[in-house]
């Protein structure tokens, strides 16, 4: 922060405290860290503090109790004001929880009145203020790559729809040598649009960043749906569906529950190495939850790769998972409370387990 004036937004209704934290400011060894001495601004009143919200302002030092507001309803309003400064929490009560709070609800940071001084203020600020620059350009980095991944995934799917369409012409006019290859170039067409529909559902996951929020969903509606796809798109393949209820068994997740098993689906036949493969899906409803098997008759994950098969903690081209699909299997379960599990299918194949919660009344912790 070279060359660098800060500009504070004291937000503080007790005068003594005010003037402290003044007086903190002003005892600051600021030449040591190419900072120029900060100015303040101070007001005692949160609606005041909104007013007083400009684009020169570099930080923001909020007490949580003031006249007009109090509480998670204080920080929640001034974060709402102010988008370009971080926000740094005063408390004064003995108790770090509450700012440990305000920091999971958006704050940069918190001080103690009683335990501040005026060095941990300067470093609060600064590292506040750095901080919040590096998340700014991280997020512009990351709305710009979405941004050119949203362009790639729609050129990609218009060209495939080309391919595939001129492909399926050709059917007709090949011999039965010609149709294995064909039929070999579809199904990688078909892989190939199956992973850009996953990319924009997984960028849908991690641009939300918020724990989602569940709503009741009809799984026998979902697996019924998939299946359906599923025949469609690889009429070699054999699916069965037992277990499901009929009467609308309704699990708490979101839409993107299809996502997963449209994948874990597509998994068991892309990776299959039979001339037909063949999946069964069955649905065990336990009360609480709803357990649901996809087996496949495949070659089998070896014991030393069922944890890393999601990519957990190893993501990237040196991972030896199988791809983006099923990371985004195990992040979607994880976000819904539910677990999903490996293990083989006899007499040869994998089973893919995964259980969730039922929908009750309330949706679950």
């Not at 901080?131 to 991944?149: D, F, G, I, V, W």
């Not at 495949?298 to 983006?324: A, V």
């Amino acid at each position: 922060m070279a060359n660098t004036q800060l500009h504070i937004l004291v937000v503080e209704d007790n005068p003594a405290d005010a003037r402290l934290v003044t007086e903190y400011v002003s005892e600051a060894d600021w030449e040591l860290t190419a900072v120029e001495s900060p100015t303040i601004t101070h007001v005692d009143r949160l609606e005041a503090a909104r007013d007083a919200v400009t684009d020169d302002i570099d930080a923001v030092l909020l007490d949580l109790g003031l006249p007009d507001s109090t509480g998670e309803d204080t920080l929640d309003e001034m974060l709402a004001a102010v988008d370009t400064a971080p926000i740094v929490v005063l408390t004064g009560l003995d108790d770090e929880r509450i700012g440990a709070d305000a920091v999971r609800r958006g704050a940069q940071d918190y001080l103690v009145k009683d335990d501040m001084t005026s060095r941990l203020l300067q470093q609060t600020l600064q590292y506040a203020v750095e901080r919040h620059k590096q998340q700014q350009q991280l997020q512009r980095r990351n709305a710009e790559l979405a941004l050119l991944t949203q362009v790639v995934r729609h050129d990609i799917r218009n060209d495939l729809t080309v391919i595939l369409g001129w492909g399926d012409s050709l059917k007709e006019h090949v011999d039965e040598n010609g149709k294995t290859y064909l039929d070999r170039m579809l199904r990688a067409g078909d892989h190939i649009s199956s992973i850009t529909e996953t990319v924009g559902e997984f960028l849908t996951v991690i641009e939300d960043g918020s724990d989602p929020e569940l709503h009741p969903v009809n799984l026998d509606s979902v697996l019924a749906n998939e299946a359906d796809k599923l025949r469609s798109s690889y009429p070699d393949a054999t699916l069965t569906l037992t277990g499901a209820t009929g009467d609308g068994t309704q699990v708490a997740a979101t839409d993107l529950v299809s996502s997963v098993f449209r994948n874990l689906l597509n998994n068991a036949v892309l990776h299959n190495d039979k001339a037909e493969p063949s999946i069964s899906v069955h649905v065990e409803d336990r009360g609480e939850t709803v357990v649901v098997q996809v087996a496949d008759n495949g070659p089998g994950i070896p014991d030393q790769q069922k944890d890393e098969i999601f990519g957990r903690g190893e993501m990237g081209l040196e991972s030896s998972g199988s791809g983006i699909g099923l990371y985004l299997v195990d992040t979607l379960v994880e976000m819904y409370g539910g677990d999903i599990a490996i293990t083989d299918n006899e007499p040869e194949g994998s089973v893919f387990t995964v259980t969730l919660s039922t929908w009750d009344d309330e949706p679950p912790a």
